[in-house]
Structure formats: C-alpha cells, structure tokens
C-alpha cells in the first residue's frame, strides 16, 4: 500500500471548456497556448466538457484546435463514485439548484472528477481551469475552501505559469507574455455578456496582471544574467 502522502507530489489540470475557447489562438514563444497545455499537462475532464467543445467548435478556429476532439476523448473520466451532481456538488451551494438542464454542467461534473481523483489518491493536487465566473462564485469557491488540494485557475494563470517557465528558459520576453496576456483578455471579452462595471472589472485585472508579470519577470530574470 502507497504512503498516505505519496500522491502529494503529484498533480493534474482540469479544464473547462470556456478556458479551451479562450485559449485558442493565443500563441507564447511561437507556439499555441493550447499546444504547450496538452503537451505539459496531466488533463482529465469529463464528458460532458467534450460534448460541449463539439457544440462550440465553431469558436476555436486555430490548426491546433484541431487536435483537441482526440485530447478530450483520451482526457475523459467518468467517476465511478461520485457520480451525482445534486447530492455531491449540492453541499457546496448555499442554495443548491435543481441540477436539470446544461447551466454549470460542465463545471459540476468537473468537479467530480478533481474530487475522485483527489479521494483514490490518484493525484495530490488538481488544476482546476475555468472562466467562469458565475461558477467561481456560486460554489468553485467553497469547494475551495473544503478541498484546497483544489486550484481554481484561469485563463490568464496560464498564461502567467506558462510565461514564468519561459521566460526563466529564454524562450519568450516580457512584450510576448504581455501580448499574450491582452489576446486572453480580449479572447474572453468577444463572448461574455459584461455590464460596464464589469467591464471596468476585466480592465483592472488586466492591469493587476501585467504588474504580476512584471514581478515574474524580476524573479526569473536571476537565471538569465
């Protein structure tokens, strides 16, 4: 039998298709985003994030969007266990809803599966991609704070961990990253219905995350001179 920690060290992405949508086309260093994501990453998803690509395959255009139908069938895994939206993802809103029809499907089931996987020590840690909002703040979060193996990224931390290595690598410089950082942002605006107040929102965040980048690159400049 493993050590009950041995699964600690381990750690896998879980990814939403919204984040899929809004990452394509974003390129660092030359390549897809989308390509460095399914290279570098343990990815599992559910079905259902399947299903919803095809719906939405219209909205990634790129060459490498191409790949993704056989990345996600391959990614698939259907909890064996945790297999009920309203009984295990209910406790984590404050009012639960009813669980019928396509409204946070993906990110329930998605859930589940960070959370079996998580439970059979199959990973320690899970990356949870969305950018979603409204499912951030209606129960991502809460599951969260019971569960902090689970990370909720999105689009843009991506971005700035896939930035970080880069540029430590001297395969990217800040101009790239920061591009690449406004094509994100506007990837995610082309498609969100956003209120002016959410609108001021998205241009602070922009503007919180290039000084993050900034930083990075402080950081990572101490192996490149």
């Avoid at 600690?8 to 992405?13: E, K, Q």
């Avoid at 399914?38 to 095809?54: A, C, H, N, T």
């Avoid at 129960?139 to 991506?158: I, N």
Wanted: charged content about 25%; some cysteine.
């Amino acid at each position: 039998m493993a050590e009950p920690m041995s699964q600690f060290r381990s750690a896998v992405c879980v990814l939403d298709t919204c984040s899929i949508i809004n990452l394509d086309e974003i390129v660092l260093a030359g390549k897809d985003v989308l390509f460095y994501v399914r290279q570098s990453f343990d990815l599992y998803v559910s079905s259902i994030i399947q299903d919803e690509f095809l719906r939405h395959r219209a909205l990634a255009t790129s060459r490498e969007a191409s790949y993704w139908k056989g990345v996600l069938s391959n990614s698939c895994y259907t909890p064996s266990v945790l297999n009920s939206d309203a009984e295990i993802i209910g406790p984590f809103y404050s009012t639960p809803p009813s669980f019928s029809g396509n409204h946070n499907a993906g990110e329930h089931a998605n859930t589940r599966v960070a959370l079996e996987l998580f439970l059979t020590r199959t990973t320690g840690h899970t990356i949870f991609v969305t950018d979603d909002e409204k499912a951030r703040n209606a129960f991502l979060g809460m599951v969260r704070r019971a569960f902090p193996s689970l990370h909720v990224w999105t689009s843009v931390d991506v971005i700035l961990y896939l930035g970080a290595v880069l540029l430590k690598e001297g395969r990217a410089d800040f101009e790239g990253v920061r591009a690449a950082l406004r094509d994100v942002y506007a990837a995610r605006a082309k498609w969100e219905e956003r209120d002016e107040t959410a609108k001021s929102a998205i241009i602070r965040n922009q503007r919180y995350s290039v000084e993050s980048l900034r930083i990075l690159k402080e950081v990572t400049s101490k192996w490149r001179n």
